[in-house]
């Protein structure tokens, strides 16, 4: 395996960087544009994750990257490389697809040889072994991919992309075939493979804790533009804009009339409250605002009862609904306005959980709140069942 991680490393020094770029990349139909655009570099080395939901243009981009749409308008480059038109099998870029395309006659040595020997290139055996151990399937290397569960197919289909040596990796909704165990662990071994072979990596995916798990950098897209861009916990904690609120994670949104900047603190007033937002988690400056905060981070306490770290509080709530779902406690709390606000609860065992109709008094600390502009639609990115 170290042939592979040699050689990429070698290949980087002489080079220099050999990010992916896209420079106004669009994909216009007859009837829509799937992709408006884009602007966006994938740093060499990086596993970079598309988040969006079904339609919004992460599977167009990956394609047109692939060679397989050809792009409206705009640029692909790879480092000083414009293959915008190349041929797909002449882009030093392979695509690992959900439904794994395994020859079903073929052992799986044969299937992770099958793009070298088709080149032409002899004495594979020895970088087939080392493809294997990476992928942790030596001892399976005599079957057939119909002997295999979900996880190991899978397995062999990077180590059919990888052993061709691409500069960039494209993954295309990779773990969407497999139950939920078996994704979760597949998730830690594609971040294991990603680092020690340290090729680029970019994973389009639908699901907010795939990308949230694997990946250094996030482009969460909407409707053929990204919405916002930056590392998952950042993406979390301080959301810019309603869909990114609720695509990733959920959030409670509440209408609140914004005072004005007080030093380093935005101050707002919420049903009759007044809360404080960090200067650098406000996004809008004047009016009405969304203000934001992660269920997880709302405290509660039965009403007239002190609340453990206390910050900004509001009065007057009673629990609607109720659910224990082992790590923790999920309450619907209704506040006077009408609003139901989420509040999620670890399961500590400080004390007992209460029951529905109890009266609460709910309350977060302002360094974890964030503000959003109230013109963008408070149900933004919430996926309908």
């Given at each position: ?157 990077l180590a059919r992309a990888l052993i061709n040596q691409p500069e960039v990796l494209l993954l295309d909704e990779p773990l969407g075939a497999l139950d ?119 405290l509660i306490a039965e009403a007239g009862q002190p609340i453990d770290a206390p910050g900004d509080v509001i009065t007057g709530g009673f629990i609607t609904d109720v659910s224990f779902v082992g790590v923790s406690t999920q309450y619907m709390v209704k506040m006077p306005w009408g609003q139901e606000l989420m ?43």
């Amino acid at each position: 395996m170290s042939q592979l991680h040699e050689s990429t490393t070698t290949d980087r020094s002489a080079s220099g960087s050999r990010d992916l770029r896209l420079s106004g990349l669009t994909k216009e139909y007859a009837a829509f544009t799937a992709v408006k655009s884009l602007d966006l570099v994938v740093p060499q080395g990086s596993f970079f994750a598309l988040l969006g939901p079904s339609g919004c243009g992460k599977t167009t981009t990956l394609r047109m990257v692939a060679g397989l749409e050809t792009p409206t308008s705009g640029t692909i480059h790879l480092g000083d490389t414009e293959i915008t038109y190349a041929k797909p099998y002449k882009r030093p870029v392979n695509t690992v697809f959900q439904n794994y395309a395994l020859f079903p006659h073929l052992n799986i040595s044969k299937n992770v040889a099958f793009g070298l020997e088709r080149r032409g290139v002899k004495n594979v055996g020895q970088q087939v072994a080392d493809m294997l151990e990476l992928v942790e399937l030596t001892s399976q290397a005599h079957k057939k991919p119909a002997q295999m569960s979900g996880g190991q197919q899978q397995r062999v289909a990077l180590a059919r992309a990888l052993i061709n040596q691409p500069e960039v990796l494209l993954l295309d909704e990779p773990l969407g075939a497999l139950d939920l165990k078996l994704r979760r662990g597949m998730q830690l071994e594609l971040k294991r493979i990603q680092t020690e072979v340290g090729l680029t990596f970019v994973h389009v995916t639908h699901d907010q804790e795939e990308a949230m798990t694997m990946a250094d950098t996030i482009a969460v897209m909407n409707q053929g533009v990204i919405e916002q861009m930056g590392a998952p916990n950042d993406l979390y904690e301080n959301p810019t804009t309603t869909f990114v609120a609720n695509f990733l994670g959920q959030s409670n949104l509440i209408e609140a009339e914004i005072q004005g900047r007080e030093g380093g603190q935005v101050k707002v007033r919420v049903q009759g409250a007044v809360a404080s937002i960090p200067a650098e988690r406000a996004h809008s400056e004047s009016g009405k605002g969304w203000l934001g905060i992660r269920p997880e981070k709302v405290l509660i306490a039965e009403a007239g009862q002190p609340i453990d770290a206390p910050g900004d509080v509001i009065t007057g709530g009673f629990i609607t609904d109720v659910s224990f779902v082992g790590v923790s406690t999920q309450y619907m709390v209704k506040m006077p306005w009408g609003q139901e606000l989420m509040v999620f609860e670890q399961n500590t065992g400080a004390r007992r959980m209460l029951p529905v109709g109890t009266k609460v008094d709910v309350s977060w600390r302002p360094e974890y709140a964030f503000l959003l502009d109230a013109s963008q639609d408070a149900k933004a990115g919430i996926e309908e069942d």
